[in-house]
């Protein structure tokens, strides 16, 4: 007879399977309304510039194929015996992509910033420079 197998499982395993399904709320931080206001204004303002880049992004796309619809011409320019048009909505697009999805994640983070800038901080809260906060005064006392 073989000996008896023993199932080894780390010691995170071992609490998070006897969590169960429960989510860790101690994980989670509770927003004060201050913050819940300010959240959904920052929300609804980054919602506002992805609609315009949704709206450029359609335009860009649906008016350069239209635009080769409307004007069959276009499509027989050649270059190195392949159509321009072609040339445009395979490869010239992606660099005008790339500048839209740069810009779109610039106005996001200046939305952030915007709105960092305008929060009330807390007490004398200041950033430790290891990625917490301190009360405590910088510098030699």
């Not at 992509?97 to 709105?115: C, I, M, S, T």
């Amino acid at each position: 007879m073989s000996p008896r197998r023993e199932k080894l499982t780390s010691p995170q395993t071992r609490i998070a399977l006897a969590r169960g399904n429960r989510p860790a709320h101690h994980l989670l931080p509770v927003p004060e309304p201050v913050d819940t206001e300010a959240a959904r204004r920052l929300f609804q303002s980054q919602r506002r510039t992805a609609v315009r880049t949704v709206v450029l992004l359609a335009v860009l796309l649906f008016g350069l194929s239209g635009s080769f619809a409307l004007f069959p011409a276009l499509g027989e320019i050649r270059l190195a015996e392949v159509p321009v048009s072609w040339l445009l909505l395979t490869v010239g697009i992606y660099p005008v992509l790339f500048g839209l999805a740069l810009w779109h994640v610039r106005a996001a983070e200046r939305l952030e910033d915007e709105a960092e800038d305008r929060a009330p901080h807390r007490g004398g809260d200041r950033d430790d420079g290891r990625g917490g906060t301190t009360d405590e005064p910088h510098g030699p006392p």
